[in-house]
């Protein structure tokens, strides 16, 4: 994709896939703040079903945001998620597939680790994502490259990109918090070395800086653990692949 292609963002129905709660807010949030004025932004959360009974690695993860062990977490993160998409101005959708520590992975090591076997969620990701492509009508598609590795950041490229791939121009954005964590990394591994990757790059005001800074502060879960510090939610990217 040319430097040309940002004009595919101008008015357009811009459809952004989400593996979690706050994926789309840390990797792409001053984008979807500058573009929410000149264009319809739907950010699509496939990983957000609530689950009555937590495996032992599931609690733990829930623990460890500062909740007790009877809160539904996921209910929490999709109330923050629709106080951010009011702050920056998208509309939130929410999935109803559970995360990764409700289908068998045990571990933070598991989390990023190979694709288990037993995760079967190709069909039921693929009708989903169908069903938001002929709800929203989407001009332009924005998902994750998978950066890290997380199977569940791994399950939508790999799925938005068969499924999409040459129906939609299709953008892929480097996750946080997961890219920061990296000295380097090679687009091609994660995007296969077909060599028709362009990295474009979208000039944002201060204003939408600002605008995503004040949303992300929605998470109140999230974004001291996942970058210790509220400020450190200005390092957001604005380049896409």
Wanted: aromatic share 10%; net charge negative; proline share 4%.
């Amino acid at each position: 994709m040319s430097l040309q292609a940002g004009a595919a963002f101008v008015m357009s129905v811009i459809l952004v896939l989400s593996p979690h709660l706050d994926d789309a807010a840390f990797s792409v949030g001053p984008l979807l703040a500058e573009l929410s004025d000149r264009a319809e932004v739907f950010v699509a959360t496939a990983f957000t079903k609530s689950e009555p009974k937590l495996s032992e690695f599931a609690l733990a993860c829930q623990l460890d945001k500062g909740l007790s062990a009877d809160a539904d977490y996921m209910a929490i993160r999709r109330r923050e998620d629709l106080e951010w998409s009011r702050r920056v101005g998208a509309q939130a959708v929410h999935g109803a597939l559970a995360e990764a520590p409700h289908r068998g992975y045990q571990s933070a090591r598991e989390l990023f680790g190979a694709v288990l076997a037993t995760d079967k969620l190709e069909d039921a990701l693929k009708a989903w994502f169908e069903v938001l492509i002929s709800t929203f009508r989407p001009t332009v598609i924005l998902c994750p490259m998978g950066v890290g590795n997380h199977v569940d950041h791994v399950w939508v490229r790999k799925v938005a990109t068969a499924t999409f791939g040459h129906k939609f121009p299709l953008f892929f954005f480097k996750d946080l918090p997961y890219s920061s964590k990296l000295s380097s990394f090679h687009v091609e591994d994660y995007l296969g070395s077909s060599g028709t990757w362009r990295e474009l790059k979208v000039p944002l005001s201060r204003t939408a800086v600002s605008k995503a800074q004040f949303a992300a502060e929605a998470y109140q879960t999230q974004i001291a653990f996942q970058f210790g510090h509220i400020d450190r939610s200005e390092e957001h990217t604005s380049e896409l692949q």
